[in-house]
């Protein structure tokens, strides 16, 4: 750990946030690296509150700061985030575009045919956002009615099995980021939106009148679970191509080293309850 780690990480991550960030780490041979590469992060921004812009345009995050604690601290690596878009995410890494996807991004199998991943390092669910005031009282209400997801994501795919158990009795709105989504719930473009719950608990925090849908739902016997309704359990990974097994290693060993440390739950505690 570098002079660096003894400065308040928010503090940090602020100071060199502006157009994208990059840490002023060392350089090591990690994962075949040659000295001096800049490890290049691809991620959907924004997405609060795991990668988004404050007001004076800092990139900010539990994921920037998970990344700064892995690649940064952990590591002792170059990085920098380059923005991108979800929909094409896996192509563009695949593409050589940059070396991981650090973004939220699900765990599944679809996924796991084209990238491999890290161990997980976040726990969600997908979630339905609903207007107070309005008709969507539960699970059933939204036979019928048009809900928004962002597209290419697991909401959307949450979104496609609710259409099916509803034998296609709902109509889907997909748009490339989950702002568009929420902004059509509050213009009432759509009756629901469909994402992760600690990014829509973020959104829902930020304006009156936003709810989450109640009922028992996948993770209603969980003691962790939230006690709104779940339509998936999911977990978080940063994704790697294929043939990069040494350098994935190494980051599962840098996120089971900022675990055992404490650090993980210090960036937990600074963007979650609980």
Do not use: H, K, W
């Amino acid at each position: 750990m570098d002079e660096r780690s003894s400065v308040n990480r928010r503090q940090y991550l602020t100071a060199v946030g502006a157009g994208g960030l990059t840490a002023a780490a060392g350089c090591i041979g990690g994962g075949g690296d040659d000295d001096g590469e800049t490890i290049t992060i691809g991620s959907d921004i924004p997405y609060a509150p795991f990668e988004y812009r404050n007001e004076a345009g800092d990139l900010i995050g539990f994921d920037v700061e998970i990344a700064e604690a892995v690649f940064g601290e952990q590591l002792d690596l170059n990085y920098e985030f380059q923005e991108t878009s979800f929909d094409g995410i896996i192509a563009s890494l695949n593409n050589a575009n940059f070396r991981v996807i650090m973004s939220a991004m699900t765990i599944n199998e679809s996924r796991a045919e084209r990238v491999d991943f890290s161990d997980p390092y976040f726990t969600a669910y997908q979630t339905v956002l609903v207007l107070e005031d309005g008709d969507i009282t539960s699970r059933e209400d939204l036979r019928g009615e048009a809900v928004g997801v962002q597209r290419g994501t697991t909401g959307e795919a949450a979104a496609e099995d609710l259409q099916e158990e509803f034998d296609g009795e709902l109509q889907i709105e997909s748009y490339d980021q989950i702002n568009g989504a929420f902004d059509a719930l509050l213009n009432n473009q759509v009756s629901a939106v469909i994402n992760d719950n600690t990014v829509s608990a973020s959104f829902a925090a930020e304006n009156d009148g936003v709810v989450f849908l109640e009922g028992d739902g996948v993770a209603a016997d969980r003691d962790d679970a939230p006690s709104y309704l779940t339509l998936t359990i999911e977990e978080y990974g940063i994704a790697f191509r294929q043939d990069d097994d040494d350098f994935r290693g190494e980051v599962n060993d840098a996120l089971q080293a900022i675990r055992d440390d404490g650090t993980y739950e210090e960036i937990y505690s600074e963007y979650f309850d609980g």
